[in-house]
């Protein structure tokens, strides 16, 4: 039987015909957050925003718009729509380059300008532009906040940092700078296809027999232990998700991947209760062996099944060896990863009760619009995909966040699996390795 990679790019082939500039593969993480929204009743999409807060009056609205589009030009991941076409995932590549609007519309009265922020990403059309700048004036900070935001699908985090330097290198270029030559156009667009390509032919090769039954092995106790969502749990007047943030110490290096997630254990078994398994999901892999360092979203959301058991779990050891083991399974997409568990007769559909992502500090560079560095703020209160996310920043201290959907999760008892993630991170209670 064929593998459900062979079976996208056949059906990609008959599709595009002629059209293959045009009409584009998507990866394996592409596919899954086109297929998510599909399968979302509001159709919403998973976006990237990056909040950045400038003196007022710095930046020249039409300056970054222009500098906008000589980005979106400039990549053929942002200046492509993710859409499916007679269901089949892919990308449609717009002639010229589209930038959403740079102002939000005008505050409602009482509004703060976080408030303007999430009213605007709640308004995301999800068939305009893969990427959106908006500006919201702060009176009382004079200020003016600039949102970056991307469709996910179109990019993942190691792209971000490329996307803010070259942002900020577009904006300092003539404000009547022209696009890109058509001839500079073409040859993105064909590295951006062969790595496109390249990442297939990765995962067709990795979706082999064995490693579907070392998955639905691995995976074979997941159930989803979230609660189901209901909008009654939200209080009245309260934002639709909760957060929380620390910064902790970092020493020698920091934390390990496999800290982390023993890290994430203690906070699951707050949420979800003792001896759960819960499936964690978190975004690894990089581009293709050889392909241009092309933006676009290429990496790969691997599961980890959580061991919320009494005391200390399977050890940080034991934790680390399957974590290697994952990783020489990493290439096989997350929509395969979750038919062979179904497969093998798991009830396991492929929901995630909690998602870590990891930063490294040094490879998040400020935005700088005419040589005025920009200041990175957090807009919290937006609805989230999951019952719980963890995002990590590790450089010269550790940067903690938690994010969680309070029509899920009450806030108590999001707060007491923070206390207890942070916890666990703390030097003094933990082994660094």
Not at 295 to 319: M, R, S, Y
Not at 355 to 373: F, K, M, Q, S
Not at 403 to 417: F, G, Q, Y
Request: aromatic share 6%; glycine share 8%.
């Amino acid at each position: 039987m064929l593998s459900i990679t062979s079976q996208y790019l056949a059906r990609y082939r008959r599709l595009a015909g002629d059209r293959s500039d045009t009409l584009l593969p998507v990866t394996g993480a592409q596919r899954r957050f086109v297929l998510v929204r599909a399968l979302d009743p509001t159709g919403r999409p998973d976006l990237v925003p990056m909040f950045f807060a400038f003196p007022s009056g710095t930046i020249d609205p039409e300056r970054l718009r222009a500098a906008a589009r000589r980005l979106a030009a400039r990549h053929t991941a942002l200046r492509s729509r993710p859409t499916v076409v007679r269901g089949t995932p892919v990308l449609s590549v717009a002639a010229d380059p589209d930038v959403g609007a740079i102002r939000p519309a005008a505050p409602a009265p009482g509004e703060s300008p976080a408030d303007t922020l999430r009213r605007a990403l709640a308004s995301w059309d999800a068939q305009g532009p893969s990427l959106s700048l908006f500006l919201v004036h702060d009176e009382e900070r004079a200020e003016d906040v600039l949102a970056v935001v991307l469709d996910h699908a179109v990019c993942d985090g190691r792209s971000l940092a490329r996307i803010v330097d070259e942002l900020g290198a577009a904006y300092a270029e003539e404000a009547a700078g022209s696009l890109p030559a058509p001839g500079e156009t073409q040859t993105e667009l064909t590295a951006y296809r062969e790595a496109v390509l390249g990442q297939l032919a990765a995962e067709e090769k990795a979706e082999t027999p064995e490693a579907a039954a070392y998955w639905a092995d691995r995976l074979r106790t997941l159930h989803s232990h979230a609660p189901q969502p209901r909008p009654a749990r939200v209080p009245e007047g309260a934002k639709p998700s909760g957060a929380a943030q620390a910064r902790l110490p970092a020493h020698d290096g920091g934390v390990s991947f496999p800290g982390l997630l023993d890290a994430c254990r203690s906070a699951a078994r707050e949420l979800y209760g003792p001896d759960r398994a819960v499936p964690l999901g978190y975004p690894w892999g990089g581009r293709p062996t050889g392909a241009e360092p092309v933006v676009g979203c290429f990496l790969n959301t691997l599961v980890f099944p959580v061991d919320t058991g009494h005391g200390h779990g399977p050890g940080p050891e034991a934790t680390a060896d399957a974590w290697w083991d994952d990783l020489d399974r990493a290439d096989v997409p997350f929509d395969a990863v979750v038919a062979a568990v179904r497969s093998a007769g798991s009830g396991w559909t492929g929901g995630l009760d909690g998602l870590l992502t990891v930063d490294d500090d040094t490879r998040r560079p400020p935005l700088v619009l005419d040589g005025v560095e920009g200041r990175e703020v957090h807009v919290d209160g937006r609805p989230v995909r999951g019952p719980f996310a963890v995002s990590v920043t590790q450089g010269a201290e550790i940067r903690l966040r938690m994010v969680w959907d309070r029509a899920v999760l009450d806030d108590e008892t999001a707060h007491r699996a923070f206390d207890a993630l942070t916890h666990a991170l703390r030097p003094s209670d933990r082994t660094v390795r």
